[in-house]
């Protein structure tokens, strides 16, 4: 216990800035596995909650986001757990469209999910990665894109809404795409 | 002609479909003529491409600042 007191931990938390820095991110994590904005929201939710309360054992090892992926990832879980736990419910569903001309037998056994399981897995990863580099990028940058590219808001509701020229919103837009390409150069643009 | 750096925010301004006709064509003149913008501009395309892919999802402000309220953290 000493010898851990005397070692500065690497990372501290700040729940001040949770909200603006890593709710984004743990929302796509959460959706992703959830199927379910409401829900997701909940469950993110939860996560500072619990983030909150039991700040004290945070030992400062990993990142504070990686921290509250780890809880998320718990409440997911019991998410799961929870709905599986009510009789009956827990049986596989299947659901047989019959909209197809085809035989029942090639639409049921040449499985069309089974190519895009894998994208799945990668749109996950690169959706996550992108919330990442979001997060670096300067505040009102990072919010003019969000609501520009993710909410697909119109160029006046977001000029109205931040008070700014449409040309200034533009600006704000290029720099943020301008480090968004910087920060997923590495792993992302293959050219 | 533009300057390089009013050809890339026309770039950005395309990717989201909003550059007037004009504005568009005196980007391509640009970009066939300077190789850092031709650049930029497949790579803003390709980001355009990666954002889509990824299905991205995010919180309103306003759901932002609930949970803050009920984090305890008015601002």
Redesign the interface.
């Known amino acids: 216990m000493n010898q851990e007191e005397k070692i500065k931990p690497a990372h501290q938390l700040d729940?001040?800035v949770?909200?603006?820095q890593y709710?984004?991110y743990l929302?796509?994590y959460a959706?992703s596995r959830v199927n379910n904005?409401e829900l997701?929201?909940d469950l993110?939710?939860e996560t500072?909650?619990a983030g909150?309360n039991s700040a004290k054992n945070f030992k400062g090892t990993a990142s504070e986001r990686t921290w509250l992926v780890a809880i998320l990832k718990r409440k997911v879980i019991d998410h799961y757990r929870k709905r599986n736990s009510k009789k009956g419910k827990a049986e596989v569903r299947m659901s047989y469209n019959n909209e197809g001309d085809g035989s029942w037998l090639e639409e049921q056994i040449a499985d069309p999910l089974s190519k895009s399981e894998n994208d799945g897995i990668e749109?996950e990863e690169?959706?996550l990665a992108?919330?990442e580099c979001i997060s670096k990028l300067p505040a009102k940058q990072a919010?003019v894109f969000?609501m520009?590219?993710?909410?697909g808001m119109s160029?006046e509701d977001i000029c109205n809404e931040l008070s700014i020229n449409p040309s200034n919103l533009?600006?704000l837009?290029?720099r943020a795409?301008?480090s968004?390409?910087d920060c997923?150069n590495e792993n992302?643009?293959a050219? | 002609m533009i300057t390089c750096e009013e050809s890339?925010?026309i770039?950005?301004?395309n990717?989201?479909k909003?550059a007037s006709w004009s504005e568009r064509l005196s980007m391509w003149f640009h970009v066939l003529m300077c190789k850092t913008c031709f650049?930029?501009s497949?790579?803003?395309t390709?980001?355009t491409g990666?954002?889509n892919?990824?299905?991205?999802?995010?919180?309103?402000?306003n759901?932002?600042s609930q949970?803050?309220k009920?984090?305890g953290?008015d601002t």
Request: with cysteine; net charge positive.
């Open positions: 729940p001040t949770w909200v603006d709710a984004d929302y796509n959706i904005e997701a929201k993110v939710q500072f909650f909150l749109n690169l959706g992108i919330h919010e969000t520009k590219t993710i909410h160029t533009w600006v837009v290029f795409r301008t968004l390409m997923l992302w643009f050219i | 890339k925010t770039c950005s301004k990717q989201y909003e650049k930029f497949r790579k803003n390709k980001l990666l954002c892919e990824a299905s991205l999802h995010a919180l309103t402000d759901e932002k949970i803050k009920k984090l953290q």
